[in-house]
């Protein structure tokens, strides 16, 4: 039985905030494009003690007994109450068993959700940010985030022995998951639209997972379209 821990550190929040503020563009995506100009003339190229200065004057209010309890209950009633169908969906998917037995689900304020995978113990953390609690958006970065960890453990290698670089890996993994929205759309309600920057690897994962699901195959056949496509499209 997969067990969840949910956590609440200030610390670690504002660890995740510094790495952000730092290294804000993932994906092609600027995390830091929907905050205040003054806000990031504040922390941006600071001293991380600066910049802890005004991330905890920043995240205070989202402290509250309100947003506690949206983590504490809300997220946590709705994994347990979803838990179980959606790991047999996955495994499923992937036709693998659930690769670890301990998971743990972290709270942040900062409105990007990062996951930690280790290898080697049989954990996997995965942070809800404020924003996904307000939206009830903690399914579908529940099952998104845990897509992930199957490809960390069962396909990676496979993709790194194929000859894919280690970005191209960190695409398809990425890219992968709009599987969610076929395979759990009585469950999620909301769509997994991916990143800009990946719509071509998703356009083609939806051809050939409508032809065989087999998740496999998928990858097998998305490493040589990545190894074959022209290096400049």
């Given at each position: 039985m997969v067990q969840i821990k949910y956590i609440i550190s200030k610390e670690e929040d504002i660890s995740n905030w510094i790495k952000f503020i730092n290294y804000p563009t993932t994906y092609g995506v600027d995390r830091l494009k929907d905050?205040?100009?003054?806000?990031?003339?504040?922390?941006?190229?600071?001293?991380?003690?600066?910049?802890?200065?005004?991330i905890i004057q920043t995240i205070e209010p989202?402290?509250?007994?309100?947003?506690?309890?949206l983590f504490k209950i809300k997220l946590k009633n709705k994994i347990k109450k979803n838990k179980l169908e959606i790991i047999k969906?996955?495994?499923k998917i992937h036709s693998k068993k659930f690769p670890v037995e301990y998971i743990i689900c972290k709270y942040t304020t900062?409105?990007?959700?990062?996951y930690q995978y280790r290898e080697n113990k049989n954990w996997f953390g995965i942070f809800f940010s404020k924003q996904?609690?307000?939206?009830?958006?903690?399914?579908?970065?529940?099952?998104?985030?845990?897509?992930?960890?199957?490809?960390?453990?069962?396909?990676w290698d496979y993709c790194e022995n194929k000859g894919l670089t280690p970005t191209e890996i960190q695409d398809?993994?990425?890219?992968?998951?709009?599987?969610?929205?076929?395979?759990?759309?009585?469950?999620?309600?909301?769509?997994?639209?991916?990143y800009p920057i990946h719509q071509r690897l998703i356009q083609k994962?939806?051809?050939?997972?409508?032809?065989?699901?087999?998740?496999?195959?998928?990858?097998?056949?998305?490493?040589?379209?990545?190894?074959?496509?022209p290096k400049l499209v």
């Amino acid at each position: 039985m997969v067990q969840i821990k949910y956590i609440i550190s200030k610390e670690e929040d504002i660890s995740n905030w510094i790495k952000f503020i730092n290294y804000p563009t993932t994906y092609g995506v600027d995390r830091l494009k929907d905050y205040s100009e003054e806000f990031k003339t504040k922390v941006v190229n600071k001293s991380k003690e600066e910049q802890i200065k005004v991330i905890i004057q920043t995240i205070e209010p989202y402290y509250s007994k309100e947003h506690i309890y949206l983590f504490k209950i809300k997220l946590k009633n709705k994994i347990k109450k979803n838990k179980l169908e959606i790991i047999k969906r996955l495994e499923k998917i992937h036709s693998k068993k659930f690769p670890v037995e301990y998971i743990i689900c972290k709270y942040t304020t900062f409105g990007c959700c990062p996951y930690q995978y280790r290898e080697n113990k049989n954990w996997f953390g995965i942070f809800f940010s404020k924003q996904i609690l307000e939206q009830n958006l903690e399914l579908l970065v529940f099952v998104h985030e845990l897509m992930h960890l199957f490809f960390h453990y069962y396909f990676w290698d496979y993709c790194e022995n194929k000859g894919l670089t280690p970005t191209e890996i960190q695409d398809l993994k990425e890219s992968v998951t709009t599987i969610v929205n076929y395979e759990f759309n009585n469950i999620i309600e909301i769509k997994d639209d991916g990143y800009p920057i990946h719509q071509r690897l998703i356009q083609k994962i939806k051809e050939i997972w409508a032809k065989n699901k087999n998740f496999e195959n998928l990858v097998k056949e998305m490493c040589d379209y990545i190894l074959n496509r022209p290096k400049l499209v």
